[in-house]
């Protein structure tokens, strides 16, 4: 028998997360959101616990107004985020434990019912070329070679996705894992600490150049890799990210000052993005960071509804 939904929980734009029964939260999507993002996200979260990842537990997929939506259960205690906006001295500590989460899903052997990462961010390239310019699908000829074994790559890891329990931090919210390249994770991770990320409401320049430069530094002292193919990676990722972000003006001046010759190259309708929507994208107070050494607001439930869903790929 269905259950009835509790108290709101966790909005984002396309699904909403609500109190089911005592334990568990259930993640309904908006009408807009196609039904098998939930399928997969509940899938690849199954997946990758089994292999030994800190993801919470899928306890069922219910109909709710005709769609499916998944329970899971309910992992109580802040988001890194949250602890990150109660104590900014601890960004860099916090910075650096969100780098060894990363790392220890790098050891893990990743699953095979994950997709492959290539495939996702060329399909993604290509959705922000449609939908965006054309020209960006040169992007897809910056991917870098395949190199070393496949890895268990979260996607979408920042601050807000991690929930730190009382057994331990928790990492949720894996609509976008992958099998793939470290670098390309690392890459998208460190884009998602610059700029004036939607995903991280109330950070500011000082707080995220803590969190930003820790978090960078602790992934570089175990990732053997070359700034240039974390450069190329940044570069396919923050195209990829335009076709499912609100506000591409605010990935672009996340990206802006780096200063590498790829922007041009990768960016070339940067020019033409309106001074209006630019404008938009800046809140007094809000950070636009670089990074330093390469170029939801928090939830205490399992699965906030994130703001940056994206399609498994085809």
């Known amino acids: 028998m269905i259950r009835s939904l509790g108290e709101l929980v966790a909005?984002?734009?396309?699904?909403?997360?609500?109190?089911?029964?005592?334990?568990?939260?259930?993640?309904?999507?908006d009408r807009a959101t196609?039904?098998?993002?939930?399928l997969a996200e509940a899938r690849y979260a199954a997946a990758v616990r089994a292999a030994g990842?800190?993801?919470?537990?899928l306890l069922d997929i219910e109909q709710v107004g005709g769609r499916s939506s998944?329970?899971?259960?309910?992992?109580r205690g802040p988001s890194m985020w949250q602890e990150v906006l109660a104590a900014p001295a601890r960004a860099a500590a916090y910075g650096r434990l969100l780098a060894e989460l990363q790392l220890e899903l790098f050891a893990l052997v990743p699953p095979m019912a994950l997709p492959l990462q290539r495939d996702r961010l060329i399909n993604k390239v290509r959705r922000s070329a449609l939908a965006i310019d054309p020209g960006l699908t040169r992007n897809v000829g910056l991917l870098p070679a395949a190199v070393g074994p496949l890895r268990l790559c979260h996607g979408d890891l920042h601050p807000g996705n991690v929930i730190l329990s009382e057994d331990?931090?928790?990492?949720?919210?894996?609509f976008d894992a992958s099998r793939g390249d470290a670098a390309a994770d690392v890459a998208r991770s460190s884009l998602l600490l610059r700029g004036t990320p939607l995903h991280l409401p109330g950070a500011t320049t000082s707080t995220l150049a803590a969190l930003a430069g820790a978090y960078e530094h602790r992934i570089r002292a175990e990732l053997d890799v070359s700034d240039e193919q974390l450069e190329c990676w940044d570069a396919v990722e923050v195209v990829a990210?335009?076709?499912?972000?609100?506000?591409?003006a605010a990935l672009l001046e996340a990206w802006e000052g780096r200063g590498h010759p790829v922007y041009q190259l990768v960016v070339p309708h940067?020019?033409?993005?309106?001074?209006?929507?630019?404008s938009s994208a800046k809140t007094p107070g809000v950070a636009a960071t670089t990074r330093s050494s390469f170029s939801g607001q928090g939830s205490s439930v399992m699965a906030p509804a994130s703001a940056a869903m994206s399609a498994p790929a085809a």
């Open 241 to 248: 990210q335009m076709g499912e972000r609100p506000s591409e």
């Open 53 to 57: 990842a800190p993801a919470p537990r």
């Open 270 to 278: 940067a020019g033409r993005i309106s001074t209006a929507a630019r």
């Open 11 to 29: 909005r984002g734009t396309r699904s909403a997360v609500h109190a089911y029964g005592r334990d568990a939260v259930i993640k309904v999507p």
């Open 34 to 38: 196609p039904e098998h993002w939930i």
């Open 168 to 174: 331990g931090p928790v990492v949720i919210d894996w």
């Open 70 to 75: 998944s329970v899971w259960e309910w992992v």
